[in-house]
C-alpha cells in the first residue's frame, strides 16, 4: 500500500491552489513538526523562507557536522522530499518554537506555515525527552498541562498575524495540543478555524473538557487513530473518528510513515481492533480507581526514579543502557516504604483493571484445539 512518500510523488506538482488540503497534507505537516528547524532562520526572515531553503540550510549544517536530533530516521528524508516538491517546497515558514522547561515539566513545540490563503499551525508531539513524556502522564491528573496554556498563547498570537483561514493540527500531544487551542481560544478567533486535524492523539480529563467544548467545533473537527491505536485511545473522548490502516503492528502503528494512503484520502477501516478497545477500557477503568492525587504521586515517583540517571532524554538514556538500568535498580531499592508501596499499589491496579476486561476479550481469541 501507498505513504505519505507515494502521495508527494504523486501529489507534489499541484500546489494548494490547484488542490485544496486534505488530511495526507496535514498528516505530512504533523511529521514536519518534529523537524530541527531550529536556529535556520533570523527574526527578520521569519514567514520569508521557504521550506525548501530551510531545508538546504540544515543539510549545510550537516555538512559541516552538526548534529540535529532527527525524531525519526524517516525524518531525513521527508524533509527533502517536500522540500523538492513543488506542492510543500514554495510555502513559507514563521514563528517555530521549541520549549523545554524541566522545572514547569513542559515541552512545547509549534511551527505556522504559510498556505496561498490563510495558514496552517501544527504543533509538534512528544519528543525524546523525559520531560516530554512527563508532561503526558500529567495530563492523567490535570488539566490543563502547561504545553496546552501555551498552545492556546501560540494560536491566538498566530490568528491575528496571518489573513484568510486557518488550519490546525499534529500528531499525537500535537493533536491534543490544537484541539485545546481551538476549543479554548478567543471565541471572535475560532471562527477563522477551516479544520483541526488530530492523528492519534489522546484525549482529555472529562470532567474538565466537555461535550459542550467539542459541539464548538462541529464538522470542523478530523480525528484519525490507526486500527490497534492505543496512545490515540487514552483518555476521555467525544469526538467520532476515522481507522486509518497501518502497515505495523501493536504499538508501532503511532508511527505516522506507517499509515497506508491512497489518493488524496487514508485508507479507511470500519472499527479499531479489539486490542485498542481492550486498552482503551483497560486505562479509563484505571484511571476510575486511582485518585488524580494517587496519578500525580505515581507519576512524580516514575520520573523521579528515571531522572535519577541525570539522562534528558529517552535516547540519552539508552546510549548506556547497562549503566542507566543499575540505577534505576538502585533507585527504586532505596526508596522509601511510603513510595515504594504507593507505586506497587497503582501498578497492582492498572494490572487488575486489564484483568477486568479480559473476560471481553478472551472469547473473541480464536484459541488452536491440540
Given amino acids: 500500500m501507498s505513504d505519505i512518500f507515494d502521495y508527494i510523488n504523486w501529489r507534489g ?10 488530511c495526507v497534507d496535514s498528516l505530512i505537516f504533523s511529521q514536519m513538526a518534529y523537524f530541527p528547524f531550529d536556529g535556520l532562520w533570523t527574526e527578520e526572515e521569519n514567514g520569508k523562507i521557504t521550506l525548501a531553503e530551510a531545508q538546504k540550510r540544515l543539510w549545510r549544517n550537516l555538512e559541516q557536522g552538526a548534529n540535529p536530533d532527527f525524531h525519526m530516521a524517516k525524518d531525513r528524508e521527508l524533509f527533502p522530499a517536500m522540500a523538492s516538491s513543488r506542492r510543500f517546497g514554495d510555502l513559507k515558514l514563521r514563528d517555530y518554537v521549541n520549549l523545554i522547561d524541566q522545572k514547569q515539566e513542559k515541552q512545547f513545540s ?57 488550519w490546525m493540527g499534529g500528531h499525537s500531544k500535537g493533536g491534543n495540543l490544537a484541539l485545546y487551542a481551538a476549543m479554548f481560544c478567543e471565541e471572535s478567533l ?41 496512545v490515540g485511545m487514552m483518555f476521555d473522548h467525544v469526538e467520532d473518528y476515522v481507522v486509518v490502516h497501518s502497515r505495523q503492528i501493536g504499538p508501532l ?3 505516522l510513515y506507517s499509515w497506508s494512503v491512497q489518493g488524496p484520502d487514508f485508507v479507511r477501516l470500519s472499527a479499531v ?29 516514575i ?68
Fill in 190 to 230: 475560532r471562527s477563522r478555524i477551516t479544520g483541526v486535524y488530530c492523528n492519534d492523539s489522546p484525549g482529555y480529563d472529562g470532567t474538565i473538557v466537555t461535550k459542550d467544548h467539542y459541539q464548538l467545533l462541529e464538522g470542523r473537527l478530523h480525528s484519525f487513530v490507526p486500527q490497534s491505536s492505543i
Fill in 253 to 255: 502503528q503511532h508511527d
Fill in 110 to 166: 509549534a511551527v505556522t506555515v504559510l498556505m496561498p490563503e490563510g495558514a496552517f499551525i501544527v504543533y509538534r508531539g512528544t519528543d525524546n525527552t523525559l520531560v516530554g513524556w512527563n508532561e503526558d502522564l500529567n495530563m492523567s491528573f490535570t488539566t490543563p498541562v502547561p504545553a496546552q496554556i501555551d498552545a492556546v498563547t501560540y494560536f491566538e498570537k498566530e490568528v491575528e498575524l496571518v489573513e484568510g483561514p486557518i
Fill in 13 to 22: 506538482d499541484l500546489t494548494f491552489g490547484q488542490a485544496p488540503l486534505n
Fill in 273 to 301: 481492533k479489539e486490542s485498542s478497545m481492550f486498552w482503551d477500557k483497560t486505562l479509563k477503568e484505571w484511571m476510575g480507581r486511582v485518585e488524580p492525587a494517587q496519578r500525580e504521586a505515581f507519576v512524580d515517583a
Fill in 303 to 370: 520520573f523521579a526514579i528515571l531522572g535519577s540517571t541525570n539522562a534528558n532524554s529517552f535516547k540519552e538514556m539508552r546510549h548506556d543502557i547497562l549503566k542507566n538500568s543499575g540505577i534505576i535498580l538502585k533507585t527504586v531499592k532505596n526508596l522509601d516504604p511510603e513510595t515504594k508501596k504507593m507505586v506497587l499499589d497503582t501498578m497492582s491496579l492498572l494490572l487488575h483493571s486489564a484483568q477486568d476486561q479480559m473476560p471481553d476479550l478472551l472469547p473473541k481469541i480464536p484459541w488452536k484445539k491440540n
